[in-house]
């Protein structure tokens, strides 16, 4: 297949980026903002505007997944859900079962929308929860408990019939006996989806200064967390929610579909402050970016009609090496014909390296990744990248 119908060979999704949050946590180094109040009519608006400029650059294609990322999309009203979705629907063609994911807290008042989103469209939810320990909630920065989570959990599943939420482990304080506790407990709630994350230290966040500082201790050492990841995908795969990619666990066919686009190199626009996107065209792989404030990216809307500020076509080995970086997250590993494709073999030397080291498995025209291999996995992308 050409590399041009990369939609059809992995879909076709819309991402909306919402950066508002009503408390910015230490941790957090996405594209998120605290507002003291937000104009949701110029917002709606705003994304209708990008959705009809984005809906004329790709005709022809079908759209099988919309994803409400943040930010904190459950601050958005649910008639701007609504608005938005009857929008997307008018715009493009949609498969019979379109996967709408929104992003949501489980605090008390976030979660008194949740039927309100679900009469708007909205088919799946994915709560950020990140613990069951109310102290680590409060050094987590988050606003709500873990009686709050469970209560919020109960409304969705009450309204959703896919449910997914979050964790993070290898927090402060935190042992290998706790974390296997916690998941556990996490697995009883579960409905069929569990996105579990180290917790990562990242530059220009509160626990990134901190940590510079030396004033964020009894952080787990590097080998207690691999432990945890080890744990995580035992305990994990004995529940029925094996490891899909590095760390999203799922029943089988419970995967999220929009992220899966993103990992097996489809198509996708993204729409809103801060927001990437994808798009196959006749001359190679455009990507785009779009402004990041979000009051410069609403000037931009109005004033010239797109929130866009770059677009650029992706050479092959630029293609090649972000679906190799992408496609190795997933347990499904990468499609090596389509690498060759795109005018990339990978080094049968190196291959057979990690292939005696058992990081890596080839089944067929499939590269994928071990589980001790998933540890290493920047070690292995740098060994196999393309330049």
Not at 159 to 166: K, L
Not at 235 to 243: Q, S, T, V, Y
Request: one cysteine or more; proline letters at 4%.
């Amino acid at each position: 297949m050409d590399k041009l119908d990369t939609w059809q060979e992995a879909g076709f999704g819309l991402y909306l980026h919402w950066p508002f949050c009503a408390a910015k946590c230490p941790y957090c180094d996405f594209n998120s903002h605290v507002a003291a109040a937000i104009d949701q009519r110029a917002w709606t608006d705003a994304y209708i505007t990008e959705l009809r400029r984005s809906a004329g650059e790709t005709q022809g294609r079908i759209l099988s997944t919309v994803f409400f990322g943040g930010g904190t999309p459950s601050l958005m009203a649910p008639e701007t859900v609504a608005a938005i979705l009857d929008e997307i629907r008018r715009l493009w063609p949609m498969v019979n079962d379109p996967e709408i994911t929104l992003e949501a807290n489980p605090t008390s008042v976030e979660a008194g929308r949740f039927a309100g989103y679900a009469q708007a469209g909205v088919t799946r939810l994915s709560m950020g929860v990140q613990s069951l320990n109310d102290d680590d909630l409060r050094r987590l920065g988050r606003l709500h408990s873990v009686a709050e989570a469970r209560r919020a959990f109960d409304i969705a599943r009450a309204q959703f019939s896919r449910v997914s939420f979050d964790l993070i482990y290898a927090r402060q304080g935190q042992s290998l006996d706790m974390w296997r506790s916690e998941l556990r407990e996490a697995l009883d709630m579960a409905v069929d989806h569990l996105s579990l994350y180290q917790l990562t230290i990242e530059p220009g966040t509160a626990f990134g200064d901190r940590f510079a500082a030396g004033r964020l201790r009894d952080l787990p050492d590097d080998d207690i967390a691999a432990d945890m990841y080890d744990a995580t995908q035992e305990i994990c795969g004995e529940a029925g929610l094996p490891a899909y990619e590095v760390s999203n666990h799922a029943r089988p066919g419970s995967e999220s579909r929009h992220n899966t686009i993103y990992w097996r190199g489809g198509d996708w626009v993204g729409i809103g402050p801060g927001a990437h996107g994808r798009i196959g065209t006749t001359s190679g792989r455009l990507a785009t970016e779009t402004e990041l404030n979000p009051g410069l990216w609403m000037q931009r809307v109005r004033g010239q009609g797109s929130g866009e500020t770059a677009r650029a076509l992706l050479s092959p080995t630029e293609t090649a090496e972000e679906y190799l970086m992408m496609s190795l997250r997933l347990a499904e590993g990468t499609d090596m014909s389509r690498l060759a494709r795109l005018g990339h073999r990978l080094d049968e030397e190196i291959l057979q390296e990690f292939e005696e080291m058992g990081m890596v498995i080839r089944n067929e025209n499939r590269l994928s990744c071990t589980q001790a291999g998933r540890l290493v996995l920047n070690e292995i992308l740098r060994r196999l990248m393309v330049g």
